[in-house]
């Protein structure tokens, strides 16, 4: 994939993952491997009543795919940073679109912008990432 960065134009999706949607088995093994047991996340009627249609995936879950994204893709040694932010609500049963664009070469790597959007193009979590060139 690096080969790829050299040849890229800045703004290039460079890579893409979609996994399965989440379900709420998926939610209930990440609290409890996470601690993070908000009800949000596991009770359909606190999260109906807190305005939403469905249990609310955990933000972290949604950065882990990023991080899978970025780990499918590159050497996990060259992966020197990675950050993201929470910007909207994916939902049970939501796909998400993840991916990597070329922001710019620098003389020992490559930053990357990261993203991921649902099917109506609504972004819910973005992020950056340095790859080095070796």
């Excluded at 949607?21 to 009770?43: F, I, K, M, T």
Aim: a negative charge; charged letters at 15%; aromatic letters at 8%.
């Amino acid at each position: 994939m690096l080969t790829d960065l050299l040849s890229a134009a800045p703004g290039t999706i460079i890579a893409q993952f979609s996994p399965l949607p989440s379900a709420p088995e998926d939610l209930v093994r990440y609290a409890q491997a996470s601690g993070d047991s908000n009800p949000l996340h596991l009770d359909l009627e606190f999260a109906r009543q807190a305005g939403f249609d469905n249990l609310v995936v955990h933000g972290m879950l949604n950065m882990a795919h990023l991080g899978r994204l970025l780990t499918e893709h590159f050497p996990a040694e060259r992966i020197r940073s990675f950050s993201a932010r929470f910007e909207g609500v994916v939902l049970v049963g939501q796909r998400v679109t993840y991916r990597a664009s070329l922001a710019e070469r620098t003389g020992d790597g490559f930053q990357l912008a990261l993203e991921g959007l649902l099917l109506n193009g609504a972004r819910v979590i973005s992020g950056q990432a340095f790859v080095s060139a070796s």
